[in-house]
Every structure is written in C-alpha cells, then in structure tokens.
C-alpha cells in the first residue's frame, strides 16, 4: 500500500482559508445560513470551518449533524449492516442557505442520500456543498461541490485519507492511498 501526501499542515491551513473566504464572499452576514456536516467525517471539517468562520467575521454560524445513512441507496445492498452516527440538527432550515460539509466528494451517493435526510428539518431555500477535496472521474451521478479545497484525479483502486487533529491525528495531512500493489 502506497501512501501519496497531497496536502500537508500547512497548505491544508491556507486551503481552509481559502474555503472560508469563499463563504464570505457569497454569504455576507451569514444571518440566513447554517452548516451542516455530513457524518460520520464531515463534521470535524464542519467545525473547523464554523470555527475559522467566527475568527474572520465575529458570526457564529448555526451547526448540525447529518446521518445519511437510511437514505443511502444501497443501505439494505451491503453484506454488513450500515453502523449509523448521530443526527443533531437543532434549528428549522426552513428558508436558510445551508452549507453542507463533507470532507471527500466520490461517487456523489452520500450527498443525494443527506439531501434526502436534510428536508426532514424543512426545506431550504439554497443549499451549497463544500468538500475538502473532490475526487474526479468517479462520480456515478451528477453532483458537483460549489466549495472545494482540492480537486484530485483517482481511480477506484485508490483511496483519500483525510486526517485532521480534531479526529485524534498528530497534524492536519491529506494522503492518496493505492489499495491495489
């Protein structure tokens, strides 16, 4: 198994910048909006957006959890029954611009799945996804991230490790794994 560095600490630290700087650019005041992070590991990048967000503007965004697991469309498909996480959604999205949050874009099935579990909380006038790093060539439906850190050319064979401080790592790295040698 290779492992192929493609963001270090560093230059994950300016590419959230940059990320952030987008949001505020298209959200102003942000008095409409809310973020949520797609579980299970789309909410630590949820909270250091909400995070850097609060830094740069003084607004701290409404947060929440979204399980897309029993939407998923290939939920009674797996061999091994899907483990879901906690869904915490505590305001209405009723009429908000939500920003939806998951650390890789793949085949694009998790984020037709959480748009499913997200109107249960309303239905929002505007949604935007923001992804860390969306993986080309390997979407099985047509979904794009309006918010993306890092745009990265794969094949099924490989995998993206995300690894970030807030899940417990040392330092904030994205890898490219080949699972196939």
Not at 30 to 51: M, T, W, Y
Not at 126 to 150: C, M, Q, S
Request: overall charge negative.
């Amino acid at each position: 198994m290779q492992k192929k560095l493609i963001l270090d600490s560093d230059l994950l630290d300016i590419t959230l910048s940059r990320l952030c700087e987008q949001l505020i650019e298209n959200h102003d005041s942000f008095k409409n909006s809310v973020i949520l992070g797609l579980q299970p590991r789309g909410i630590f990048l949820a909270e250091l957006i909400q995070k850097r967000l609060a830094e740069l503007t003084n607004v701290e965004v409404p947060i929440g959890y979204l399980d897309a697991t029993f939407y998923r469309d290939d939920f009674r498909r797996r061999d091994t029954p899907a483990k879901a996480s906690e869904t915490r959604v505590d305001f209405v999205i009723e009429g908000k611009h939500v920003i939806l949050i998951d650390d890789v874009l793949f085949t694009g099935r998790t984020v037709r799945a959480a748009l499913d579990a997200m109107i249960a909380f309303g239905r929002p006038e505007k949604v935007e996804l923001l992804v860390l790093v969306d993986r080309t060539h390997t979407r099985d439906l047509p979904i794009a991230a309006d918010y993306v850190g890092k745009y990265v050319n794969t094949v099924e064979s490989q995998r993206v490790l995300v690894e970030l401080v807030a899940q417990g790592h040392k330092q904030n790295k994205i890898w490219l794994i080949n699972t196939k040698d």
